[in-house]
């Protein structure tokens, strides 16, 4: 199903509507036009520089697969860029690593990589040309742009290449979901796009404000777009003319991962406590906070014989938790098991019981 925003009148990294125009770029009107002109825009929100008034994505996608020049294999050879790629993918991912190159053109990169005995490649292009020849070579291709192809191929890749793509995106947002959903958990995504940052207009006059290029990243705007995102920055190597760099997708397995091992560092807790849950026998619980209100509300921990919360915050003194009486260490005046329930004062909750209030009680502390 096709996959496209409306034509952009607004930051693609950030959505604010407000931009300062610093150039108002035009061009002669040709039989493949796509885009005739537009203003030369900056975010004043996140900084980023970009085209604006623009068409849809799905214009430029349409003049990709009619008029793609990157086909041309006598105009468009190996680069210093496939060069460097190259030499990251090899110095770097092993060769049954799953790698995925997003606008591959004709593909130097893969071919190269399996000629040097890597073996899960796939190739995603807009030309069907570029696309015959990869498969001719027997490497998997997704012909069409990321908008509109077949993903079903594209799950749990370990890298994914994406150079000289994102200057030519107007969905942003949408070539990032789509990469987000292709990488692994532990996956790499590797990027390059050209940068503005390079002293070169004398030179090549409005080179980089091209009828294809609308977008100009700067190593800031293109770290606030990846982590907008769900990307986290690896490496960055910046030249006169191009931004390489490596990042990672934090996947939600994170969060999962926190919420998995939180709550076998909990089940640690309670078997401590476990020999006294049943026997009736009468405890203190020193912490009243997100700690122990956790454990009351949400495990066994509930069922142990607490006799009163012991918590030095004094705008507690007084008050109940799960009903059960909070006092100021001073009125302790049993010598009973006491449960230290914090996450960071453990130790000196501990020395405070033994050598300020001095009593000579079973302590157990579940951090």
């Known amino acids: 199903m096709d996959n496209y925003f409306t034509p952009r009148t607004c930051c693609p990294v950030c959505g604010s509507t407000k931009n300062e125009v610093l150039h108002k770029h035009r061009f002669a009107e040709a039989d493949d036009d796509t885009v005739k002109g537009y203003d030369v825009s900056l975010c004043p929100v996140c900084g980023l520089v970009f085209a604006n008034n623009i068409p849809a994505q799905s214009e430029f996608d349409h003049y990709y697969e009619q008029f793609n020049k990157y086909q041309d294999l006598e105009l468009y050879s190996w680069h210093p860029i496939h060069q460097q790629v190259f030499d990251w993918v090899t110095k770097n991912v092993h060769k049954d690593a799953i790698i995925v190159d997003i606008g591959c053109g004709p593909g130097y990169v893969l071919r190269k990589l399996k000629q040097n005995g890597y073996k899960h ?34 799950k749990n890749a370990d890298v ?6 994102l200057e030519h995106i107007v969905d ?38 091209s009828t294809e290029h609308i977008n100009y990243f700067s190593p800031a705007t293109l770290l606030r777009l990846l982590e907008r995102e769900g990307f986290e920055p690896v490496e960055c190597a910046v030249d006169e003319m191009t931004i ?32 006294l849950i049943g026997t009736a026998k009468p405890v203190y619980v020193y912490g009243g906070g997100t700690l122990c209100r956790y454990l009351l509300a949400s495990t066994r921990f509930a069922r142990l014989n607490i006799r009163a919360i012991i918590d030095r ?10 009903g059960i009486p909070v006092i100021l260490p001073e009125q302790l005046i049993e010598n009973l098991t006491i449960i230290i329930c914090s996450y960071f004062s453990s130790s000196a909750i501990e020395r405070y019981i033994r050598d300020e209030i001095k009593l000579k009680c079973d302590i157990i502390s579940l951090i």
Request: contains cysteine; hydrophobic residues 40%.
């Open 172 to 209: 942003l947002k949408g070539l990032m979901s789509f990469i987000g959903n292709a990488v692994s958990q532990n996956g790499r995504l590797l990027l390059q796009v050209p940068t503005l940052q390079n002293g070169l207009g004398g030179k090549f006059p409005f080179e980089n404000f």
């Open 160 to 165: 994914v290449l994406c150079t000289g793509v």
């Open 121 to 154: 490649l796939i190739g995603l292009d807009t030309s069907e040309t570029n696309c015959r020849r990869m498969e001719s070579e027997g490497i998997t291709t997704l012909c069409g742009s990321v908008f509109n192809v077949r993903s079903d191929e594209l």
């Open 313 to 322: 915050n004094i705008t507690l003194n007084g008050r109940h938790i799960a």
């Open 244 to 275: 390489f760099s490596i990042f990672q997708w934090r996947h939600d397995d994170r969060i999962r991962d926190y919420i998995a091992d939180s709550e076998n560092a909990i089940e640690k807790m309670l078997k401590k406590v476990d020999p």
